[in-house]
């Protein structure tokens, strides 16, 4: 069978694409695994199907480098709507369903796409952490000099502890920079390593890494892969709304793959 693909990345989150409105492709998660592999295949953080929904312009399918279906992913989401709008799919705000539940998006004239997510209506802190569920499920760490930060050790071992060993969760580590925002890096399950960015992760961090007053707030994120933005209004410390992740979704190349 053959695969036709397209490669998008959003600050250095990348993904293989397809249109499957037509449900053309039946992959298996051993295909997409193997798609994803950086050696064998054609490589990416994720895969991403764009199915056809009658109650929103279309659906988001999408599935970890190791091949299983996964939780929400910001990134692909923003990557996914500028995917829709060169297939022809063009609207002033899009409406697309995902594993958790209905989202909007819009695209503005410097071409970044403004995704809003779920909102959070549950915070669990820890002593030195705090854990929460922006789509997918967040572990959030502030740190210090996190430019030299050991991620993937110390992400791995969080991961794999028991504590969240069975269902598995994303890391995320944090330091302030003064009057700049936040620097954010991420070892994302699913993929087992860091991962150049995380739009889930960095709306984590956004909502967690400070006591915001309540009210509305935009935070400026910077991670390996290049620069995001977080706006939300905060009603008390366990409720968040009207959040939106903001940042590029850009086109890389397309082609042709044997399945």
């Not at 959003?10 to 037509?22: E, L, Q, S, W």
């Not at 992959?27 to 050696?39: E, P, V, Y």
């Amino acid at each position: 069978m053959q695969f036709n693909f397209y490669k998008y990345q959003g600050t250095g989150n990348d993904f293989i694409i397809a249109d499957n409105r037509n449900n053309q492709y039946q992959l298996t998660n051993q295909q997409i695994a193997a798609l994803c592999n950086r050696k064998f295949g054609i490589g990416a953080d994720g895969l991403m199907l764009l199915q056809a929904q009658s109650t929103a312009h279309f659906e988001m399918k999408y599935y970890n480098a190791d091949g299983n279906e996964s939780t929400m992913c910001g990134n692909g989401g923003r990557c996914l709507v500028k995917f829709a709008a060169s297939l022809g799919i063009l609207e002033q705000v899009y409406h697309f369903t995902a594993i958790d539940g209905l989202h909007q998006a819009k695209m503005d004239e410097n071409g970044w796409v403004h995704l809003q997510m779920i909102d959070v209506n549950k915070v669990i802190k820890g002593n030195e952490y705090t854990v929460v569920n922006t789509g997918s499920p967040h572990y959030v760490s502030v740190v210090n000099d996190v430019k030299s930060y050991a991620v993937f050790a110390q992400g791995k071992q969080i991961r794999n502890s028991q504590q969240f060993y069975k269902e598995g969760i994303n890391v995320n580590f944090v330091e302030e920079e003064t009057g700049k925002g936040i620097y954010v890096r991420t070892y994302e399950r699913g993929v087992e390593d860091e991962t150049l960015s995380c739009g889930t992760g960095v709306t984590a961090a956004a909502l967690t890494y400070t006591q915001h007053a309540i009210g509305s707030h935009c935070v400026a994120v910077t991670t390996l892969g290049g620069n995001l933005q977080v706006s939300f209004e905060k009603l008390n410390e366990q409720t968040f709304k009207n959040i939106w992740l903001s940042g590029p979704a850009t086109f890389v190349f397309q082609g042709i793959i044997e399945l």
